[in-house]
Each structure stands twice: as C-alpha cells, then as structure tokens.
C-alpha cells in the first residue's frame, strides 16, 4: 500500500474528484485498479477566501514497485506506514498473582487499564473522584450554584480533566509506534465518530466523552479489571533492600493498605496532595516549567470571519480556530492555549476559595464564543525557585487573588481588553458576553498576575490583532485565572519507566509531566502500561513452574 500527501482539492470539490486527482497525480490510466483509503484531511486557510481541503490517502494499486519508482525522490509519495498495534506479550496462561494498581482513570490511566486488560492482566484502577455521571452533577453544582465538592469537580473523577473540555484529540509528539492510532480505535470502538480517525484536527466534545468513558470502564471490567472508586491513594509503602528502594503497597483513603510492586501513578496535574505526600516519602521529583494567564473570549463569528474570510460559514468548515504566538520585549513567550471553538469558560478549580479557569466545548462547537487561553511560559529558576513543590503554591497564590478578585463565591474577575490594555480595572463590560458559571465580577486582571505576565500579554494582544483581525478589540472579555496549562512538576522515570530512585512506581501522563493533552496522555499510558507488562511476565516466566 501507498501512501500519497498534499493532494489539494477545492472547499466544494465533489467525491469523485478525489479519484481524479489521484490519478493526476500519479499518470494512472482509468482503467488501472484503485482502492483509496482517506488517512488524513484538513484544510489550508492562509489565503482567506481561498481555502483548499489537504488530503493524505493510502492507496492499493497495481505495480506499487513501479509507481514509486517512477516518482522516486518525490516526497509526497511513499510506502504506507503499518499502524496496526500489537501488543508486547501474549496474555499469561493462568492469572497472575500480581495485580497492577493504577491510580487515576483519567485519559492516560484508562489507556493503561485498558492495555493491561486486554493482555489478561486484570488491573485495580483507583479513583479518588467518582463514577463519571456524578461527576457531571457535582461539577454543574459548582457551576450553577457555587458549590464546590473537592474530591469531584473539573480535575478529579472519572474521565479526568479531559473531559470536561474540547475533546481535542491531536498532539505534537513523536509517536513512531503509532500509539496514538490505537489510542483513536479505542476512542472509535467506545462510541467516538468515525471520523476521528482521519480529520486533521479531532475532537469529541465533553458529552460525547462522559458515554465513551463509561463505554471503556465496562470494557475494562468485562476484561477482569476493578474499578474502585471514592478511593484515593494516600500513602506509599516502600522497602529498602540491596538493589535500592521499592514499592511494596499503597495505602488508601479507606484505611486499607493494597500490596502491590507495580503501580502506574497517573495523577493529573492536580493532585497536588498526592505529590506532596510522595515528595515526604522520597520519590524523586523536579520543578518543571509551565504557563499562566487568562481565557480570552470573542464571539466565534469575529473568529470565523477572521480565520476565513468569505467562506466564514462554509458548513464543511464548522467553527474556525486559531493558534497564536507572540515573543514578548520582556523575553516571555505569549500564545493561545487549548483554544475551544464555539465553546465556554468554566470553573476548573478543585480546591476551596480558589478560582481558575478552563475552556470546553461540545462536539458541534456551536455556542455564542470562542475562547482561549492566553498565557506566558514561566520557568523554575526565575520565577518559582525553592524546590519541586514551589510551582504548586505559585498557582496557589494566583488561584487564591483571583478568588478574592472574584468576590469570594466562585465567580471570576472579568476584564474587557480595552481596559487591560489602558491598565483601569473594568466596572462593567461590553458587547462581548462571558460564559463563566457561576458569573464574572468585573475587576483589574492585574491584581491577580505577577507583573511580568502582565506586561507581556499587554503587549502580545495588539501583536495578535495583528495576525487575527479584531482579535485585541476593546469588548473582548479577559476572565482569570489560567493556571493549570501542565503540571509544575515532573516525576523522573528511567530506561524501564520507572521512578528513577522507586522502583515499581511508574509516573505517567500530563501530572507526571510526560504528557500535555487527552490524546499525549493516552499513548503515555500506552506506553507505561507496556512497561508494567513486560515487567511482570519477566517475572513471571522466572517463576519455577507449578
């Protein structure tokens, strides 16, 4: 099989003009037999008005020797790549004695249960939060009414955070094992759109995530894996022995202490009990850098006609996006982040009296605004030194002035651009209406960032209205805080995926800081759970036999 990139096709081609220029491209005469399979489309909009749909497509021809050898040195035309998964071992005879442990059911642990499931290995998936329909309920709570359950909210219960946001399902990471196609079947065969697995840029939408993560928990327990939820680890049992330190246990919040020597920790961002507890008990863990800042909010037509001109509308082009990167004079770095088309800005926080914001949207992407996150890189030594934890009270300190800006119920400081932009704090806002729940105060944004952040985004909003046409209007709505872009912290991992100096810990995922995004952290479960297999059918062909 073939593999053909940059076919270019107009916006409103019809289907059989991708055959043609198939054919075009590569001189086959109508008679020779051809079978297309779409890898990949998306679309090119640099030239406003213009837009052109890009395909790559895999192709099953006759004489594929001489094909490619008549188009040698051309890079568009090659040999397919094989993205069929296959697992690293086959599943034991008998069950193991061992169980694997994995903590957290978010998109990176779901993935690691569901691998270690299908290889017979029959994991234990602790959850602190809850089961993913509760979840909803509790969250809409601190929505609706300001009322905030800590142990399930936006950050903690089942699903993890990814689910309540765009559903965005690509990413920037070298992925030469193609775990990030097992990842999209999996997605697919839990109820997710086919065409997931070809559009250039996938999402799911936060409803359609709460019925596949339901989806793959019954899937996950048909394979003999446990769910147990309300359940959070608390402690970690460690013995020291010749080879150095091991995991022998984790205690949980229930009282009981589970035995067991593989666990894969794949926190989130967010637990930020659960790194303090494993800072005091040991496990190495490093200061990384991450972003902070503001969601920005436009109605999604301003978007739209910016990003598209003309064909602003165009029902094969659904709701524009954007992506945006200013380098500040103070030497910071500006850009949009986890940009939500036709979405809102919810509360994210999970701690009390803090506020912090996230976007979401639904799988039509159809609400009044488009939103972003607009946020400045910051780094350990400049501006968080004092140890691996110092990152978390950093967000703290921003979380908390944010709450007091808010008025200390869960509403969020709101400010017009305009007004940022002339350094007054806002008294009111205009045309642009914020879609924060539980509601916006309006307020100065600069009484809840540190100066530095303040300065440069000042200076990138103009940049950026630069490149995106109304884009620093003064009736755009800033709302704050943005603070967990990534986790603050790294936990390192050897050769084996292990904590460098716990052996049987496997730190995993966006909390860990191995992953930045839904579908990252799945192929980092992918990845970890490989780990864990290998390990135990290691030690379990060493077994004498019975």
Known sequence: MLRLTELKLPLDHPPEALEAAIRA?????????LAIQVARRGYDARRRGRIAFVYTVDLDTDDEAGLLAAHAGAADLSIAPDTTYRFVAPPPERPLDERPVVVGAGPCGVMAALILAQMGLRPIVLERGRV????????????????????????????????????????QIKDPNHYGR???VEFVAAGAPEEILTVSKPHIGTFRLVSMVEHMRGEIERLGGEYRFGTRMDDVVIEEGPDGRRLAGLVL????????????????????????MLHARGVAMVAKPFSVGVRIEHPQGWIDRARFGSQAGHPALGAADYKLVHHAANGRSVYSFCMCPGGTVVAATSEPERVVTNGMSQYSRAERNANAGIVVGIDPERDYPGGPLAGIAFQRALESAAFAAGGGDYRAPAQRVG?????????????????????????????????????????????????????????AVMTGVETRTSSPLRLPR?????????????????????????????????????????????????????
């Open 132 to 171: 993913v329909r509760q979840r909803t309920v509790d969250t809409f709570a601190l929505w609706r009414r300001g009322e905030l359950t800590p142990e399930s909210n936006v950050q903690f219960g089942e699903g993890g955070a990814g689910t309540f946001s765009d559903g965005k399902l690509y990413s």
């Open 253 to 276: 919040s229930d009282g009981n202490t589970l035995a067991t020597r593989h666990a894969i920790l794949a926190l989130g961002h967010s637990a930020r009990d659960s790194f303090e």
């Open 494 to 546: 050897g050769a084996t995926l292990q904590s460098v100096n716990t052996a049987g810990l496997y730190p995993a995922g966006e909390g860990a800081g191995y992953a930045g995004g839904i579908l990252s952290a799945g192929v980092d479960g992918i990845r970890v759970a490989e780990a864990v297999a290998r390990s135990l059918l290691t030690a379990e062909s060493a077994r004498p036999a019975a």
């Open 182 to 184: 097992k990842v999209l």
């Open 25 to 33: 491209r590569l001189g086959l005469k109508s008679e020779a037999r």
């Open 419 to 475: 007004d940022f932009l002339a350094g007054r704090a806002s008294t009111s806002l205009g045309a642009v209406l914020p879609s924060y729940k539980p509601g916006v105060t309006p307020a100065d944004l600069a009484a809840c960032l540190p100066d530095f952040v303040v300065a440069a985004i000042r200076e990138a909003l103009p940049a950026f209205g630069r490149q995106l046409p109304g884009f620093d209007h003064e009736d």
